[in-house]
Antibody, heavy 115, light 112 residues
Framework: EVQLVESGGGLVQPGGSLRLSCVAS????????MSWVRQAPGRGLEWVAI????????HYVDSVKGRFTISRDNAKNSLFLQMNSLRAEDTAVYYC????????WGQGTLVTVSS | DVVMTQSPLSLPVTLGQPASISCRSS???????????LNWFQQRPGQSPRRLIY???NRDSGVPDRFSGSGSGTDFTLKISRVEAEDVGIYYC?????????FGGGTKLEIK
């Protein structure tokens, strides 16, 4: 069974940084691209970033380009999202999801950007 | 960016009755490989989203056959043949063809 478990969320001040992690199991992690998707409180879904299988190709939504970096460690079945220069509008639950078509999602981790 | 427009915003349905959600894209979702990457997700209250339908009309494993997807090009529909209490939640369409990937604004299904 595909399982994705996110961690690393928390409260951070505007301008601060946070690193999210997602550990995958139940499938061959290195075979799939991986995505991050976020959901602001009471709002809809917004895709954030994607990384291909070997980490050589990335895409980001414009609002996070230059501030967020997606990466992975295939030996540890792990996906990461380094978030710098955080803004209040980055406050959201962040989900990792398998592949470009978002086959399966984790339970999410809450990031709150506030002073 | 490709804009995904869903309607209605809110969908009150009587148990056992059918329901239909429309999703329109601002550009064709046909990819260079000839496939159309339009997916549907369900988000029950307090839960993570779950994919129901991929590539317009393919049900994911474990999804009841009362859910069906159809459409082509820029115009798509999710149908529930007979709504059950467990179907309450928000439904999102999402295009996986163009960067950035984009979602519709969501349709909230509730029991009348």
């Amino acid at each position: 069974e595909v399982q994705l478990v996110e961690s690393g969320g928390g409260l951070v001040q505007p301008g601060g940084s946070l690193r999210l992690s997602c550990v995958a199991s139940g499938f061959t992690f290195s075979y799939y691209s991986m995505s991050w998707v976020r959901q602001a409180p009471g709002r809809g879904l917004e895709w954030v970033a994607i990384l291909n299988q070997d980490g050589s190709d990335t895409h980001y939504v414009d609002s996070v380009k230059g501030r967020f970096t997606i990466s992975r460690d295939n030996a540890k079945n792990s996906l990461f999202l380094q978030m710098n220069s955080l803004r209040a509008e980055d406050t959201a639950v962040y989900y990792c999801a398998r592949d470009r078509q978002l086959y399966r999602w984790g339970q999410g981790t809450l990031v709150t950007v506030s002073s | 960016d490709v804009v995904m427009t869903q309607s209605p915003l809110s969908l009150p349905v009587t148990l056992g009755q059918p329901a239909s959600i429309s999703c329109r894209s601002s550009e064709s979702l046909v990819y260079s490989d000839g496939k159309t990457y339009l997916n549907w997700f369900q988000q029950r209250p307090g839960q993570s989203p779950r994919r129901l339908i991929y590539k317009v009309s393919n049900r994911d494993s474990g999804v009841p056959d009362r859910f069906s997807g159809s459409g082509s090009g820029t115009d798509f529909t999710l149908k529930i043949s007979r709504v059950e209490a467990e179907d309450v939640g928000i439904y999102y369409c999402m295009q996986g063809t163009h960067w950035p990937l984009t979602f519709g604004g969501g349709t909230k299904l509730e029991i009348k």
